[in-house]
């Protein structure tokens, strides 16, 4: 890419995206200057399609990392990010009435690569790309890709190489580093194993820049990973990129990068401001008692398993205490419960005495009676 820009140009943006959410995740790429966010409130209506910004930094290097962040979702869909060609932030009015968002930037292939539609010959079209650098260098033409493919996907293909010959078991990682290091600067990888009876795997790399794809074409079969030979070539696909979130998920991933963006940052400084204010005394002293931490915690990790002998005989004095409170509060609602019951007994026993006394004196007084009848009787 071009250097010496400032001002990163990024398109597409959901109209739901907020400028203090574009503030903070670009922020770290580098220190902001400036930041414009268009359509502004005023200028908005309901049929925007999508918002667009201009973001100026500090230092140039970070619209080059900026770059980077082409085809990452936010929200629901995918922005672009390239430098932008004037390098400043033009009005809003200049940029609606340049076409807007619409045309804002798109990626588009060096002005020495030209696409042109191609009659096959039996009714049916193709896309031709011509590169003449290709040409000059020997190397094999761009593929022709059918005619409905869509402008911007064709600007990808024409990024992206087939990588095969690679050793069954290499990581993504390593071939992004190898090429980073050897061929251009890479912008995506997608590894393919093939079938299991190959003995080899293969992958897709996309470059960051369409020059790139010469000097890999000129090293297919000159350089080698883990002992194999790689064969390079033109792409027909592009590689597929990450699925579109729903709003609730990426709104909540934005939050939670912001959030524990913030914290890393915190911690950061405290832990800056710790080392400046420590003094060699203080680390020297401190060591002695880190070297005894490690000595301290398996004893407080196995407290339950190793319990002394003191330890021990208090524990089963207090239970032999438990017991014998227990057994006492037995002992007293038996008691109780006795008493209880004695008491019931004898006054069951009572009444029973009082019916026996009162039958009795009913059956005296009856019988005194019959006697003074019969004695009137018999005078």
Not at 128 to 135: H, I, Q, S
Not at 261 to 283: A, L, N, Y
Not at 311 to 338: F, I, L, M, Q
């Amino acid at each position: 890419p071009r250097m010496g820009f400032k001002v990163l140009q990024v398109s597409n943006i959901t109209p739901q995206a907020t400028r203090e959410q574009l503030h903070q995740l670009f922020s770290y790429l580098g220190r902001i200057r400036t930041i414009k966010v268009y359509p502004t409130e005023n200028n908005v209506i309901p049929s925007t399609p999508q918002k667009f910004a201009y973001i100026e930094f500090e230092d140039e290097k970070s619209v080059e990392l900026g770059q980077h962040l082409t085809n990452m979702v936010l929200i629901d869909r995918a922005v672009i990010c390239i430098p932008s060609m004037d390098d400043v932030i033009p009005t809003e009015d200049a940029c609606l009435a340049a076409g807007g968002p619409s045309i804002l930037g798109q990626r588009s292939l060096p002005s020495h690569v030209t696409n042109k539609v191609h009659d096959v010959g039996d009714g049916s079209q193709v896309v031709l790309t011509v590169d003449p650098n290709l040409e000059q260098l020997g190397l094999p033409s761009y593929p022709p890709l059918p005619a409905n493919t869509d402008p911007a996907k064709i600007e990808e293909i024409r990024r992206t190489i087939y990588v095969g010959n690679i050793p069954k078991g290499t990581e993504g990682q390593a071939i992004v580093d190898f090429f980073n290091n050897n061929i251009g600067e890479v912008m995506y990888v997608r590894m393919a194993e093939g079938p299991a009876g190959l003995p080899c795997a293969y992958c897709y790399v996309e470059f960051s820049s369409q020059s790139t794809v010469p000097v890999a074409l000129q090293n297919s079969g000159m350089v080698a990973l883990g002992g194999n030979l790689l064969r390079m070539q033109h792409s027909r696909v592009a590689i597929i990129k990450p699925q579109q979130k729903t709003d609730a998920q990426a709104l909540e991933e934005i939050e939670i990068a912001i959030q524990s963006g913030g914290r890393v940052e915190r911690m950061g400084r405290r832990h800056s401001e710790k080392e400046r204010t420590r003094s060699p005394i203080r680390r020297r002293s401190r060591s002695p008692r880190r070297s005894r931490s490690p000595r301290r915690s398996p004893v407080r990790r196995s407290r339950s398993p190793r319990r002394s002998p003191s330890r021990r005989r208090e524990r089963s004095r207090e239970k032999e205490r438990d017991r014998k409170r227990s057994r006492s509060r037995d002992r007293k609602r038996s008691k109780s419960r006795d008493r209880k019951r004695s008491r019931s007994r004898d006054r069951r026993e009572r009444d029973r005495s009082r019916d026996r006394r009162d039958r009795d004196r009913d059956r005296k007084r009856s019988r005194s009676k019959d006697k003074k009848s019969e004695k009137k009787r018999s005078g």
